[in-house]
């Protein structure tokens, strides 16, 4: 079946340090993708639709010159968390739509940690 | 705006047993898909079932099935035969139909605990 990378699984960054993480689809084109984070015992939330050669768009609350999305291809959104804090420490979920239809695929999820 | 409910934070079942999770929603659209997700320990998001809202047969996927109230906007989840696997996070969520966009909607989440 379709599957959406993430990477990395989990990774720790300094206060005021910027962190990338990436969310690939591995066997198919995804024109669009979501953003979401999870706090613990938390739902997720979303953060940004993200659409390939476009700007993504940003859900009310969520910064955007904090959390730089990049869709510069169609298997490739990057997430940017630019000069990170302890409180951006979340888990962070990428889903990606595949094709016309309504079948969204998840990726594994990130886990950053700000110290 | 669309809200999801789930007034069940934690739940728990017997082996073997039977156990419904709620679930209700709140939209003004007419087309939409009603979704539950599961989530394990890993974090991975796995669907469990889908409901499309212009079906008015219930969902049914193995041990797992919906019980649909359109009318109500309930879209609860009844797992059969439980097994200690089931044991995970799980969200309800809603997604607008075509043309209105494919993010989805979630619910603040049921934690099931599967008693061996």
């Known amino acids: 079946g379709a599957v959406v990378s993430q990477h990395p699984s989990r990774v720790i960054c300094k206060s005021g340090t910027s962190v990338k993480i990436e969310c690939r689809s591995l066997?198919?084109?995804?024109?669009?993708m979501f953003w979401y984070r999870q706090f613990p015992k938390q739902s997720l939330m979303l953060m940004a639709t993200s659409n390939e050669g476009s700007k993504a768009t940003y859900e009310q609350g969520v910064e955007k010159d904090k959390f730089l999305i990049n869709h510069a291809s169609l298997t490739l959104s990057t997430l940017t968390v630019t000069s990170a804090h302890p409180e951006d420490s979340s888990f962070y979920i990428c889903?990606?739509?595949?094709?016309?239809?309504?079948?969204?695929?998840f990726g594994e999820g990130s886990w950053l940690t700000v110290v | 705006a669309q809200t999801v409910t789930q007034s069940q934070p934690e739940m728990s079942v017997q082996e073997a047993e039977t156990v419904t999770l709620s679930c209700t929603y709140d939209t003004s659209e007419s087309n939409y898909y009603l979704f539950w997700y599961k989530q394990p320990p890993s974090r991975q998001m796995i669907l469990v079932i889908r409901?499309?809202?212009?079906?008015?047969q219930n969902a049914t996927e193995n041990r797992f099935s919906v019980n649909f109230q359109k009318a109500a906007k309930s879209f609860s989840l009844k797992i059969s035969d439980s097994q200690l696997g089931d044991t995970a996070m799980y969200f309800c969520a809603f997604m607008k139909g075509y043309g209105g966009g494919n993010q989805f909607y979630f619910g603040t989440g049921t934690s099931l605990t599967v008693i061996p």
């Open positions: 066997d198919f084109q995804a024109t669009t």
């Open positions: 409901q499309e809202a212009y079906k008015q």
């Open positions: 889903s990606a739509k595949a094709g016309s239809g309504n079948t969204i695929y």
